[in-house]
């Protein structure tokens, strides 16, 4: 796109050949005809182009969330939200066009340095049993960091988050968000009492809602 003055035309607008004038703010300009496609996508941009797609299926809802989790602005140049699909299009995505699938344990909710907490999942249980170690430092594991939990009902397509409870709880109860034998993926992550420093996150585990005993 060029600009231009004093044409020996006067002012040039619209469609001249295979250029176009137009005036922005009194600035004027002429710019070329951008060219047709005559071919259709290829076998590789289609295939980015569902990876796209899934990536936006599966993160978007809780993009408020990967903000948060992906807001350490010494690790990323880009918003928090394209960090977390950046890394979910390299990572999380298996399989060959036209099937692919997601590997949910690749899913990453953070990136940062504060200690996480190692969680551990009590199996067949009637509720979302979880504990950890009170491993506790004066660099970068605080007592009143709070914990995230991020639950994806992969049968329903749906999240629910969990953020009552902090780092000193060292376990916590969560009622199944679901039905009987939806499929449950558990994540958690630690944010520290700032609100700005956060902890890689952790995938938690799977498991299936029961029956209550």
């Not at 009194?26 to 070329?32: F, V």
């Not at 999942?121 to 950890?132: H, M, N, R, Y």
Request: charge should be positive; proline fraction near 4%; hydrophobic fraction near 40%.
């Amino acid at each position: 796109m060029g600009k231009y003055s004093n044409s020996n035309f006067g002012d040039i607008s619209g469609k001249v050949g295979n250029a176009i004038g137009s005036n922005w703010r009194g600035i004027k300009y002429m710019r070329g005809l951008s060219s047709k496609r005559t071919k259709g996508a290829s076998p590789l941009q289609l295939a980015q182009y569902a990876k796209f797609a899934l990536a936006a299926a599966q993160l978007s809802i809780i993009k408020d969330v990967l903000s948060l989790g992906f807001n350490d602005k010494k690790l990323n140049k880009i918003s928090g939200y394209n960090a977390a699909v950046k890394a979910f299009l390299s990572e999380a995505i298996v399989g060959d066009y036209p099937n692919f699938s997601v590997d949910y344990p690749k899913i990453r909710m953070s990136k940062g340095s504060l200690l996480h907490a190692d969680i551990s999942i009590v199996p067949e249980t009637t509720a979302i049993d979880l504990s950890w170690p009170l491993e506790l430092n004066e660099f970068n594991s605080f007592i009143n960091d709070k914990m995230i939990f991020i639950i994806y009902n992969q049968t329903r397509n749906a999240y629910s988050l969990n953020t009552a409870h902090t780092r000193g709880s060292a376990g916590v109860s969560i009622p199944f968000p679901g039905r009987l034998n939806d499929v449950l993926h558990i994540w958690s992550f630690c944010v520290k009492g700032d609100g700005k420093t956060v902890s890689s996150s952790q995938y938690v585990g799977m498991v299936t809602v029961t029956e209550p005993s």
